[in-house]
Each structure stands twice: as C-alpha cells, then as structure tokens.
C-alpha cells in the first residue's frame, strides 16, 4: 500500500477501488503479464488516462462475471441510446403533423371552393397515413427492444447468481452470504420471527493442506459442501464464508433447532471416512467446530456475526470437533 498509492499519485491515477487494485498487483509484482503492460505505457509517456486504467484493469484482473457483466451495461446502454433516438424521431414526426393540421385548420376559416376542400381532404389523409405508418414503425421497434430488454435480464440474472456462487464448492459466497443475511434479518424484525447462525469451521485444516497437498484439500473442502447440502434443507442456506469456513443461515429456526442441525452436521461429517482417488490412501478423520447464535431482534448485523463467530473460536479453544452455543459464552 505504501508503494502503490504513491505511484498512483504520480501518474495522476484517480484513486479508485479498481485502479487501486491495479497498482497494488503491480508493486506487489505477482502479475508478469500487468506489469509489462504498464511498464510499456510508462515507457511511452503515455497519460494513465480513464480507458487505459478501465482496460488494465479489465485485461488483466476482472474475472469472467465482471467482463460479462460490463458487456451487458454497454448494450443496454446501447439499447437506450437507440430507443431514445426513435422516440425523438416520432416526436418530431408528431410536431410536424400537428404543424400541418394547423396550416389545414386557417385555411379552412376562408372561404373555400369544393376543389380547395377536396385537395385539403386528400392532404389530411396521405398526412395521418404516414403518421400512422410513423407510429406503427415505432411500435414495432419498441417491441423489438422490449424483447431485447427481456432478454438481457435474463442474461443479466445468471451473472448475477454467478457471482454469488464459490467456484470451488458450488455454495453461496461470501457477497451472497452477506446479502442473503440481510435480507434474513430484515425479515426477522418485521415479522418478530427466529433466526439463527452457524459459522463451521474445519478442524486442522492446515495440516491436512501440509500433509496431503492443496489439491486435496480442495477435495475435502468439497466433501464437506456436500455434506452440508445433506444435512440443511428447505429455506436454510448454506454458505462458503472465506477459506476452511462455512456459515450456514436458518430463518425461522429458534436457538433448539439450531443447534439440533449443528449437531446433525458435525456428527455427519465427523463420521465420514474419506479416501484419495488415486491410491485409495484414507485421510485423517476431518472434523469441524461450530458456532451458533441467536438472532437478537433489531441488534446490528456485525455484532450477530461477531457473537457466533465468538462461539466458533470457543469451540475450536477448548478442543475442537464440538458445537458452541453463543448464549453459554
């Protein structure tokens, strides 16, 4: 951070959370690829300007979802653009008709012969004709936009719930668990209702990463997602906190029921043998502590959070593989 802020200062880099990031995995030198690209700009006295700093960041730190994500903001931008300029089109169409009527209507106060009428009448209905035809045209295109607008939700959604999901595990990540927490609480107070948290955290999980690999620690952190898709069910959510930890939400669960599902969940998961692939070696038996708490109704998020993950440190302090309840600490 010392360094990276100091250069964006130099090189007149607005200090945004993505150009931060940026500067910092350059200082930090872990990205051959950005630092060669920056480097070259630098070189050329090139300006970091907004498109060259949206591009680096783009290029070379936005995973798949963000790009996708940007993609869709610039066609609907596009879309709106477009529609704008149709409906601006039928405007002034409107205004010239209305322009034309006008002209029709002073011309109809004088006297006027059969002939003259019947001219005005043939000009007032080729007029309204391609007014019609103005209108129907536009109807047509916003129809089409519409279906365009329909689908770009739709494309828009899936990036969406992509970016709520862990890669590695297929549960709700940390931003979903975060929203989805939220969400749960603010139900909770207006409906007077039970809420409940666990926070699961695997026992040991260091040295099952030394002994066996990361790539098996992979596995095991997979097993252990299975397992709690086994064991919560209905509306409960499980969740993939940050690394060896896993939190599991349940509405509408008093403090009895919680720890009732916690127990069934370190029981399953403690009891389970697992084996590599490979050679069909078994692993050192995998457990994990938990923590739960009860959700106090209109008390801060933070300090819910904080409470069960109190009760997980207790858990994993006074011998691990058991469950903790926050209201005993």
């Known amino acids: 951070m010392r360094l990276a802020l100091p250069l964006l200062m130099q090189y007149g880099v607005p200090p945004t959370p993505r150009n931060y990031a940026v500067w910092y995995e350059y200082v930090a030198g872990s990205n051959a690829a950005l630092n060669q690209s920056i480097d070259a700009i630098i070189k050329r006295a090139e300006h970091f300007s907004d498109e060259i700093s949206h591009e680096l960041y783009n290029n070379y730190l936005a995973c798949d979802d963000e790009k996708e994500a940007e993609k869709l903001r610039a066609e609907l931008q596009q879309l709106v653009n477009k529609s704008s300029q149709h409906i601006n089109g039928a405007t002034d169409e409107a205004g010239r008709y209305k322009a034309k009527l006008e002209d029709h209507a002073q011309r109809l106060v004088g006297g006027l012969?059969?002939?003259?009428?019947?001219?005005?009448?043939?000009?007032?209905?080729?007029?309204?004709?391609?007014?019609?035809?103005?209108?129907?045209?536009?109807?047509?295109?916003?129809?089409?936009?519409?279906?365009?607008?329909?689908?770009?939700?739709?494309?828009?959604?899936?990036?969406?719930?992509?970016?709520?999901?862990?890669?590695?595990?297929?549960?709700?990540?940390?931003?979903?668990?975060?929203?989805?927490?939220?969400?749960?609480?603010?139900?909770?107070?207006?409906?007077?209702?039970?809420?409940?948290?666990?926070?699961?955290?695997?026992?040991?999980?260091?040295?099952?990463?030394?002994?066996?690999?990361?790539?098996?620690?992979?596995?095991?952190?997979?097993?252990?997602?299975?397992?709690?898709?086994?064991?919560?069910?209905?509306?409960?959510?499980?969740?993939?906190?940050?690394?060896?930890?896993?939190?599991?939400?349940?509405?509408?669960?008093?403090?009895?029921?919680?720890?009732?599902?916690?127990?069934?969940?370190?029981?399953?998961?403690?009891?389970?043998?697992?084996?590599?692939?490979?050679?069909?070696?078994?692993?050192?038996?995998?457990?994990?502590?938990?923590g739960v708490a009860w959700f106090r109704h209109n008390e801060a998020l933070d300090d819910f959070v904080s409470r069960a993950d109190k009760a997980l440190y207790h858990a994993k302090n006074s011998g691990r593989d058991k469950l903790v309840d926050g209201k005993s600490i």
């Open 113 to 290: 012969d059969s002939d003259k009428i019947l001219q005005i009448i043939d000009a007032l209905s080729s007029e309204t004709q391609e007014m019609v035809d103005t209108n129907t045209g536009l109807q047509g295109k916003l129809t089409c936009m519409s279906r365009e607008l329909i689908s770009l939700r739709q494309q828009l959604e899936m990036v969406h719930s992509e970016l709520m999901i862990d890669a590695l595990t297929g549960l709700m990540n940390r931003k979903g668990f975060d929203s989805t927490l939220e969400q749960a609480t603010d139900e909770a107070n207006e409906c007077r209702g039970n809420l409940c948290l666990l926070m699961v955290d695997v026992d040991y999980f260091k040295r099952i990463n030394d002994k066996y690999g990361h790539i098996v620690g992979d596995e095991v952190l997979k097993f252990i997602s299975a397992k709690m898709r086994e064991v919560i069910k209905g509306r409960d959510i499980v969740s993939r906190f940050g690394g060896e930890e896993f939190a599991v939400i349940l509405p509408d669960t008093p403090l009895s029921g919680a720890l009732h599902i916690g127990e069934e969940l370190r029981k399953a998961i403690g009891s389970s043998r697992l084996k590599r692939k490979a050679n069909q070696q078994t692993l050192d038996k995998v457990t994990i502590s938990i």
